[in-house]
């Protein structure tokens, strides 16, 4: 976890009064690297929010389960360093560990995930796109199994968290079907969800600012957060 996270670790001392809700940042990178700019400058916004945030560099060039158990390992750590409530946020491959985490966890257990925050999400391990991803985190020849099983569509249930998702229509990386693959899958299980599709943006535009449309994204996110954190909704201008 980034050292700068307002919820310390094991060896440092806890903060009397730490904010209800934790944001762990998962930033993308094709599950190779993690892209700088989805990170701690993403978790730096989260905190002017009022919110606990840290940047969770998971375990990359790994194979499943490797990351999501790091992701879970996190969330526990958060919860008992006194988090009451934990979200996770990610971009691209770091946006489909965010949904694999918050889709698969207990919805009692100290491993649950109470929200998700999706930018420009990898969700299908089945389509035919963004293949580095899934040959990362799976191999070059997984089982159809294996790719059902870790295609967020697929693993949506009325349990779920809610889940916001924002997305651009002309990324040309991570197509925007992935992202209406999930929100179907949401709709069909009554899953509280927001879902963005501006007209015109790159593939990983992180807090897009002077992107157009999509730079709008940071202020939609915070009134959706401070609704779930019950808190009177912040500018979420980074």
């Not at 809700?21 to 929010?49: F, I, K, M, Q, S």
Request: with cysteine.
């Amino acid at each position: 976890m980034d050292p700068d996270s307002p919820i310390p670790g094991p060896a440092s001392r806890r903060r009397p009064t730490p904010p209800a809700l934790h944001v762990v940042v998962l930033p993308g990178g094709g599950y190779t690297r993690h892209a700088d700019h989805e990170g701690e400058p993403v978790a730096r916004w989260l905190r002017t929010l009022g919110l606990s945030a840290g940047v969770l560099r998971y375990p990359v060039t790994s194979r499943h389960p490797g990351p999501v158990q790091a992701v879970r390992a996190e969330v526990r750590r958060v919860r008992e360093a006194g988090a009451e409530r934990v979200a996770l946020l990610g971009f691209s491959a770091g946006g489909h560990l965010a949904g694999h985490a918050a889709l698969t966890a207990s919805s009692s257990g100290p491993e649950r995930v109470d929200a998700a925050v999706l930018c420009y999400p990898v969700v299908s391990m089945e389509l035919d796109t963004h293949r580095g991803s899934q040959d990362e985190l799976l191999g070059p020849e997984p089982a159809d199994e294996v790719r059902a099983a870790t295609s967020l569509d697929r693993l949506v249930t009325r349990s779920a968290p809610p889940f916001f998702v924002w997305h651009t229509a002309d990324d040309a990386s991570v197509p925007v079907q992935h992202s209406y693959l999930l929100a179907q899958a949401l709709a069909r299980r009554d899953v509280p969800h927001a879902l963005h599709v501006f007209p015109h943006g790159a593939h990983g535009l992180g807090l897009a600012a002077g992107s157009g449309a999509p730079a709008c994204w940071p202020a939609l996110c915070a009134a959706w957060l401070a609704a779930l954190d019950r808190r009177e909704p912040a500018d979420g201008t980074p």
